[in-house]
């Protein structure tokens, strides 16, 4: 299983940007598709940005235009550009490996992000 550790949260006033980083270890990391998730209190956590071991993205509308995932296989890391940042934003973010339709990581502590003037 893969094990990830997310950093890069902070707070931000709205309008600001953040880049979010998440390492991966215990296994084979460019065989994965990866993605990044965001969980508020009570509600259901939600996929915000994906992208294909062949780094093909995806976004929700909520994101799209806004924010821009990438990764760097050498490093074994996935980031999360966020710009144009609204409170509706905030939440606790956390990355995750998918493979064959199948979550494959073991979520970490995830990364808070606050957006708030």
């Known amino acids: 299983q893969v094990q990830l550790v997310e950093s890069g949260g902070g707070l931000v006033q709205p309008g600001g940007s953040l880049r979010l980083s998440c390492v991966a270890s215990?296994?084979?990391?460019?065989?994965?598709?990866m993605g990044w998730y965001r969980q508020v209190p009570g509600k259901q956590r939600e996929l915000v940005a994906h992208?294909?071991?062949?780094?093909?993205?995806n976004y929700p509308d909520s994101v799209k235009g806004r924010f821009t995932i990438s990764r760097d296989n050498a490093k074994n890391t996935v980031n999360l550009q966020m710009n144009s940042l609204k409170p509706e934003d905030t939440a606790v973010y956390y990355c995750?490996?998918?493979?064959?339709?199948?979550?494959?990581?073991?979520w970490g502590q995830g990364t808070q992000v606050t957006v708030s003037s």
């Open positions: 215990g296994s084979i990391f460019s065989i994965y598709n």
């Open positions: 995750n490996a998918d493979r064959n339709g199948v979550l494959r990581g073991s």
């Open positions: 992208i294909t071991e062949g780094g093909t993205t």
